[in-house]
């Protein structure tokens, strides 16, 4: 299953070096934009502050959603999760509108930017932590398909482009056009406002226990029915836990069988569908065919 040891080491790495990441940023950032007064820069100051929020965030709920299931939580605690993502929308939601606040009034009130070159190098800095910090994510959501770590990636992703973004403004402030500098701010901020939004659908999908893709519900009624004495398959339900599937089938069997072949081949296209799903939990009910279709046997 996908709460093995090594899953769950992965999962508390990634988020410990997303907290990291995040501290050193805002750091770095603050001296610059306190030295520059850039719009672009407190931009980058913004995102990069609610990134520690949020990362710190995804810790505390990595942390509870690893935990076993228990009398009270049978399905685990993975929606901790998804819970975290909507968290995480809000607060980027929240940065959006503060920097577009800011480039709005440094549009009426236009400045020079200080000390831009020093920015620069700042902002080169947080494109080398970034990119290294999304590769191990990479790596982290590919093994373990966790909900919290995509949505923390999906806001670092778009903190690539913000610090592109803030980087062109600076360079292009440091040769006299200040204007810009505004303008990239507020462009920076539809960006993030649209980051948070599909961030917010994505955990809102799964604490709705929204269906897994039709594509996948179909192949795994394949599976099933390409198990040796199934004759068929139906009411297949699936819903998403944090890093979970759990999946729900009915198989239509012979009636004649025993107990104990009905269950060994119900095991064996549960075993099915989890090898070609590892993060699906299957519990399958069997049911006689001629109770299922009964015009066929009459």
């Given amino acids: 299953m996908t709460s093995s040891p090594e899953h769950a080491r992965l999962l508390r790495l990634a988020t410990r070096a997303s907290v990291a990441v995040a501290s050193i940023l805002i750091v770095a950032k603050a001296i610059a934009w306190w030295l520059s007064g850039s719009v672009s820069m407190l931009a980058g100051l913004t995102d990069s502050a609610l ?3 949020t990362s710190l965030l995804n810790l505390l709920a990595v942390h509870y959603a690893l935990r076993p299931a228990d009398d009270d939580h049978r399905y685990g605690h993975g929606k901790a999760e998804s819970l975290a993502g909507m968290a995480q929308a809000l607060f980027i939601g929240g940065s959006a509108l503060l920097i577009a606040f800011q480039a709005f009034d440094r549009l009426k009130h236009p400045e020079p930017i200080g000390a831009p070159w020093i920015s620069i190098g700042v902002i080169v800095f947080s ?26 990636s999906l806001h670092y992703r778009s903190d690539l482009l913000l610090n592109g973004s803030i980087l062109l403004a600076l360079v292009l402030a440091g040769f006299g056009w200040h204007q810009l500098d505004a303008w990239f701010g507020l462009a920076i901020a539809a960006y993030i406002l649209w980051s948070a939004i599909q961030i917010a659908r994505e955990s809102f999908t799964v604490l709705m226990d929204e269906e897994l893709p039709p594509e996948v519900s179909q192949h795994m009624l394949e599976l099933a029915c390409g198990v ?26 012979p009636g004649e069988l025993t107990l104990s072949v009905a269950h060994d081949i119900s095991d064996q296209a549960a075993d099915a569908i989890h090898a070609a799903y590892p993060r699906a939990e299957v519990l399958v009910h069997a049911d006689p065919q001629e109770v299922v279709n009964p015009v066929r046997h009459q």
């Fill in 51 to 53: 990134d520690g929020v």
């Fill in 127 to 152: 494109l080398g932590m970034t990119a290294a910090l999304l590769m191990l994510q990479h790596r982290v959501i590919r093994e373990t398909g966790s909900n919290a770590v995509r949505a923390d």
């Fill in 228 to 253: 040796p004495g199934v004759l068929g398959a139906h009411d297949l339900r699936t819903r998403v836990s944090g890093s979970h599937w759990f999946v729900q089938l009915h198989l239509e069997l």
